[in-house]
Nanobody, 123 residues
Framework: QEQEVESGGGSAQAGEALRLSCAASIYTRSFDCISWFRQAPGKEREGVAR????????WYASSVKGRFTVSLDKADETMYLQMTSLRPEDTAMYYCAGRSRGCSDDWWAYTFRGQGTQVTVSS
């Protein structure tokens, strides 16, 4: 099930920051894993960051570790991806996803999938 829920994408210069939001509303209450994926032109979709909500444990792809932060505001039922020190290679469509049976690297394993927001980083 894909939903139009992401926002915050846009254009940035290398070194700048953007914050992506995923308004998952009623669905977040049943999730124990929320994830951000991205897909660059001509490349496969890849996991970027995720949070396992029962423990708060977070995982980041090596390419974004130290630059991106994933979080969940349960009061607002919104997921965030704070991206700093952006690089041209971060240019991609970014997607949020959620599931209720643990985390997965497989996009299609998520029962909630966003339609994506474009991030373009220029040098």
């Amino acid at each position: 099930q894909e939903q139009e829920v992401e926002s915050g994408g846009g254009s940035a210069q290398a070194g700048e920051a953007l914050r992506l939001s995923c308004a998952a509303s009623i669905y977040t209450r049943s999730f124990d894993c929320i994830s951000w994926f991205r897909q660059a032109p001509g490349k496969e979709r890849e996991g970027v960051a995720r949070i396992y909500t029962p423990s708060g444990a977070k995982w980041y792809a090596s390419s974004v570790k130290g630059r991106f932060t994933v979080s969940l505001d349960k009061a607002d039922e919104t997921m965030y991806l704070q991206m700093t020190s952006l690089r041209p290679e971060d240019t991609a469509m970014y997607y949020c996803a959620g599931r209720s049976r643990g985390c997965s690297d497989d996009w299609w394993a998520y029962t909630f999938r966003g339609q994506g927001t474009q991030v373009t980083v220029s040098s």
